[in-house]
């Protein structure tokens, strides 16, 4: 029988908060000095080939582990081992064939899918990244396994050490080869074989903890006949699809944008092949800083979800609890987007200072849009809890077309160039959370009131923005003559930037708390947040 012992949801989307904070600080020790290695020209190499491989794992990955954890979670509750064994098995044999799918597409035709991205030379990265589609499907059939019995700790640990792998193996081969006089191709290629090898290791860590933790095959006494295999891969599928679809869609999109820059920068605005991969390099890199507010934001999904269905199956107020979660996500978010504006310029200056100056503007364009994107993430999970699947799909289409219509329209105009794409990308978030939110409106008994969503925090952040900047301002007045410097960034960059992030996290927490932007009914959200919210005397 297998081991009932795990978590309950709140403490597991505790276990996932940590483990995706500290796979987001993992990350960026990989990405930022990974940048400055492959300079602008070899991070779109490296980000390209990303976006490829990242399109055949959504679609390999992104429904049927939700649907495998959900079936095993309600197989495990009725004690039906032979049950649980059976969709196990079934998925695990799912995974294979659609990661084998994946890995072979990217192992034959290499060439021509960076080729279709206005970026052949990327074509080596491709091939390289192959065997990682496979690796990670059948990783992803061991998580959902463990899930299924609402242990989230093998998916954090194997996450961390993937990371981590990663982080030294890809970081290692890039550094080595550049060190070496490589190419740029060959270094950015040399960080991707650690991204291979990453996968490998969590693979075999997944298997390890799986088969030690549980009675993967069940014994003697599990009396119960499991349903045919071809009705678990139906309810697989049948569940499995619809998230793959939505997920998919916005992957798809993602790799759309990026081949649409690349190629409008070369034949629409004008630039050389080398200039036009140097500017979307920035771009990417600039999209590395914009992606972290995310992680606050993911593992809240999973406590968010069932509190809402539980209300809607309870006839509760189901539009209360969605405006607590908005109000919460914008307490998070809000701040790191203004954050991310205001002090974009010496953000891009201390993280990447060989790059490209256009950095900063688009930095500050995408901090605008990372509001709206995080809120869309937020909306786009409330939907679902209510009972409205398929809602979100079309918000995403919509989201999708005004994104591939504005990039290309302001990437090909010169005098916009590459500063179009972030505005593409705030266009597709501003449609996507619009539609979310009149959808909100029509499926709940009221519409939500956005200014007890946005009010007090927006006062809040405006306030530390002036804050930031202010003593930004000074200090890097006043350290003007400074010429030292700390790994290449200068310090009157480093030190005034570090004290306005300071500066700026401790003024928002004061206006927050003082004007009550956050209350004790949202601090019930979080795991032990009702504890925390008496500490704070947030009432």
Known sequence: MAEKKGQNFLHGAAIYTVGIILVKILGAVYKIPLGNILGDEGFTHFDMTYKIY?????????????????????????????????????????????????????????????????????????????????????????????QGHADMIPTTVSQVIETAVKVVVGLGCAGWLYKNGYSVEICAAGAILGTTVSSLAAMVYMQIKVHRKYQVRPGPEAKDVPDPGKKILWDLLRIGIPITLSTSVMSFIQLADSGITLNQLQHAAGYTDTAAKVLNGVYAKAMTVYNVPSAFVVPFL?????????????????????????????????????????????????????????????????????????????????????????????????GGVAKVVVTYVLVGNPNINVYGAPLGTLSCYVVMLSSNLFFMAKNMDRPV????????????????????????????????????ALAGRSLNVLLPFAAAVGVGVIVYCVMAIALRAITMEDMRLFPKGERLAKRLHIR
């Open 449 to 484: 009131n956005v200014g007890r969503v946005f009010g007090r925090s927006g006062l809040s952040a405006a306030v530390m923005a002036v804050a930031a900047w202010a003593v930004y301002s000074l200090l890097h007045g006043l350290m003007g003559g400074v010429t030292g």
């Open 302 to 398: 999973s406590s968010i979800v069932p509190a809402i269905a539980a209300a809607r199956m309870r006839k509760e107020d189901v539009c209360g609890i969605a405006e607590s979660a908005l109000r919460m996500c914008t307490l998070l978010c809000l701040p790191m987007a203004v954050g991310m504006a205001v002090l974009a310029e010496p953000c891009m200056k201390v993280l990447y200072p060989e790059s490209a100056r256009q950095g900063a503007l688009l930095l500050f364009e995408l901090g605008i849009t990372c509001y709206f994107m995080t809120m869309s993430l937020m909306t786009n999970s409330i939907l679902p809890a209510n009972g409205n699947e398929r809602l979100p799909l079309i918000s995403i289409l919509l």
């Open 54 to 146: 990242n399109v055949f794992l959504t679609v390999a990955t992104a429904g049927i582990p939700v649907a495998m954890s959900r079936m095993i979670s309600e197989a495990d509750s009725l004690d039906k081992d032979n049950q649980v064994h059976e969709i196990f098995k079934v998925a695990i044999w799912a995974f294979l064939a659609l990661g084998a799918v994946g890995t072979a597409a990217m192992m034959l035709f290499p060439a021509a899918l960076s080729s279709a991205m206005g970026n052949i030379q990327a074509a080596r990265c491709v091939f390289i990244m192959a065997p990682s589609v496979v690796l990670v499907c059948v990783t992803a059939a061991y998580r959902g396994y463990a």
